[in-house]
């Protein structure tokens, strides 16, 4: 898998963003790739710091930062949040 397509929400802008995740990079830096492109998007509603991380938006868990997306097993369509 190269990319994800995932729909991540931001609560700071109440609104989800529609962002292609690479398949093979840890959850780390997936959450800060995804931060530092919504920071962007969200016109002033959202600043990041550094320390967001991505969760399930489902469940509210936190994903493992240490996996892939691919590991994790995360396919096109992957609801996250951003928090």
């Not at 292609?20 to 710091?49: N, V």
């Not at 469940?59 to 994790?72: A, C, K, Q, R, V």
């Amino acid at each position: 898998m190269d990319k994800i397509l995932a729909e991540v929400y931001l609560p700071a802008a109440r609104t989800s963003y529609d962002v292609r995740i690479p398949g093979r990079i840890k959850m780390y830096q997936a959450a800060e790739l995804t931060a530092r492109l919504l920071g962007e998007l969200a016109e002033g509603y959202f600043k990041p710091t550094g320390e967001e991380i991505l969760c399930d938006r489902m469940s509210g868990l936190p994903y493992d930062i240490n996996l892939t997306p691919e590991e994790i097993g995360l396919t096109d369509g992957a609801r996250m949040l951003l928090i």
